[in-house]
């Protein structure tokens, strides 16, 4: 199965909503409480924040679809930077990448970066940085392959329970 990546306008919204939802629960069901993941994905995951962001200069997002269906399955989603750490003009944060588990494992999520870090480079950037919970193996295993190192900590607030994440950043020059 060909899966497609493209850029994303606000009109993406509700796609960009959906993987976001389907993904959270993914990844963090046996860690959270339902009613943290219902409440988070009501808050941080509903289209109208999609269409701001993707509307506001400095947010660009990327989508990857099955390319018989346009069934959106994984997207990644750049922005200027809110972490808790020194930032220049020269960085980026990447603020979220997903790809539902299934298509997991197939270079998909790597080119969902590539097109990140191509746009950040031709965007005059030179650091990526994100964010990624401490406990998440698979995707500190798929950043430390993709280049990224430890930059800095912050705490993280799903609901009632806050949790570490790990800052990670990757130079792009």
Same mark, same amino acid.
């Given at each position: 199965?060909?899966?497609?990546? #493209?850029?994303?306008?606000?009109?993406? &919204? %509700? +796609?960009?909503?959906?993987?976001?939802?389907?993904?959270?629960? %993914?990844? *963090? $069901?046996?860690?959270?409480? @339902?009613?943290?993941?219902?409440?988070?994905?009501?808050?941080?995951? #509903?289209?109208?924040?999609? #269409?701001?962001?993707?509307?506001?200069?400095?947010? !660009? +997002?990327?989508?990857?679809?099955?390319?018989?269906? /346009? +069934?959106?399955?994984?997207?990644?989603?750049?922005?200027?930077?809110?972490?808790?750490?020194?930032?220049?003009?020269?960085?980026? %944060?990447?603020? #979220?990448? *997903?790809?539902?588990?299934?298509?997991?494992?197939?270079?998909?999520?790597? !080119?969902?970066?590539? @097109? @990140? %870090?191509?746009?950040?480079? &031709?965007?005059?950037?030179? /650091?990526?940085?994100?964010? =990624? *919970?401490?406990?998440?193996?698979?995707?500190?295993?798929?950043? $430390? /392959?993709?280049?990224?190192?430890? &930059?800095? =900590? /912050?705490?993280?607030?799903?609901?009632? !329970?806050?949790?570490?994440?790990?800052?990670?950043?990757?130079?792009?020059?």
């Amino acid at each position: 199965m060909s899966i497609t990546i #493209r850029p994303c306008t606000p009109q993406d &919204a %509700e +796609a960009l909503a959906l993987v976001s939802r389907g993904t959270f629960l %993914e990844s *963090y $069901a046996d860690v959270l409480p @339902a009613a943290d993941i219902l409440v988070h994905c009501e808050v941080q995951n #509903r289209p109208e924040l999609y #269409r701001d962001w993707l509307s506001t200069p400095g947010w !660009r +997002a990327w989508l990857a679809e099955i390319a018989d269906t /346009r +069934a959106p399955v994984g997207f990644s989603l750049s922005c200027p930077p809110d972490l808790p750490l020194p930032t220049g003009p020269g960085d980026v %944060e990447l603020k #979220r990448i *997903y790809l539902l588990h299934r298509f997991q494992g197939g270079g998909d999520g790597a !080119r969902l970066m590539a @097109a @990140a %870090e191509a746009a950040a480079r &031709a965007d005059g950037f030179d /650091r990526l940085l994100l964010g =990624v *919970y401490t406990k998440n193996a698979k995707a500190l295993g798929f950043y $430390a /392959r993709q280049g990224f190192t430890q &930059a800095g =900590v /912050r705490t993280f607030q799903v609901g009632s !329970r806050t949790y570490d994440d790990l800052v990670l950043a990757k130079t792009l020059s």
